[in-house]
Antibody, heavy 121, light 110 residues
């Protein structure tokens, strides 16, 4: 079935780094734009980053620009988020999600279960 | 990238209808017919229930409907059921492949 599974979350010190992964299955991953969205404890959803199907285009929220890098490996059906210079305010559940439109810029119809990132000393 | 504005909470009785508003600006909600709504239960991933302002994905109940006027989008749930009690989030495309979410609305079914 169509599925996204995140991994790579954990506890990291402020200033540290973490790399999240999202494994896709059940659909033609290379045809879809993908995104990372996070949710801090008890808070709302917060869009983080976006990547085009061919990797030629990436975009970031101002809060993570210059610290986070989104990438994908279409041969491995995988999406990644490299997070550097982590701050306490980056603590959240991180979800990967699929854009339902192959042209991008639409809505997110498939979500993973989320992976927890805790930034604390 | 300011968040869209939603009421923190709404409530209704079973069988009633409720509407959740989502106010943005002419840079996001007002400029694109690309507003989506998500339902989220505690500890679970969000689920898409409305996209492109008014469209429902396959399998989503027809009790859920969306609309937009100017810079404000709305989600209406008719014939409220206890299972509708959840958090609801709006999201809008904001141009150049950026997106903005609302702060979320907690729906209580009394």
């Amino acid at each position: 079935q169509v599925q996204l599974v995140e991994s790579g979350g954990g506890l990291v010190n402020p200033g540290g780094s973490l790399r999240l992964s999202c494994a896709a299955s059940g659909f033609s991953f290379s045809n879809y734009y993908m995104t990372w969205i996070r949710q801090a404890p008890g808070k709302g959803l917060d869009w983080v980053s976006y990547i085009s199907s061919s990797t030629s285009y990436t975009k970031y929220a101002d809060s993570v620009k210059g610290r986070f890098t989104i990438s994908r490996d279409n041969a491995r059906n995988s999406l990644y988020l490299q997070m550097n210079s982590l701050r306490a305010e980056d603590t959240a559940v991180y979800y990967c999600a699929r854009d339902l439109s192959r042209g991008g810029g639409d809505a997110f119809d498939i979500w993973g279960q989320g992976t927890v990132v805790i930034v604390s000393s | 990238q300011s968040a869209l504005t939603q009421p923190a909470s709404v409530s209704g009785s079973p069988g009633q209808s409720i509407t959740i508003s989502c106010t943005g600006t002419s840079s996001n909600v007002g400029n694109y017919n690309l507003v989506s709504w998500y339902q989220q239960y505690p500890g679970k991933a969000p689920k898409l229930i409305i996209y492109e302002v008014t469209k429902r994905p396959s399998g989503v109940s027809s009790r859920f409907s969306g609309s937009k006027s100017g810079n404000t989008a709305s989600l209406t749930i008719s014939g409220l059921q206890t299972e509708d009690e959840a958090d609801y989030y709006c999201c809008s495309y904001a141009g150049s492949f950026t997106f903005v979410f609302g702060g979320g609305t907690k729906l209580t079914v009394l």
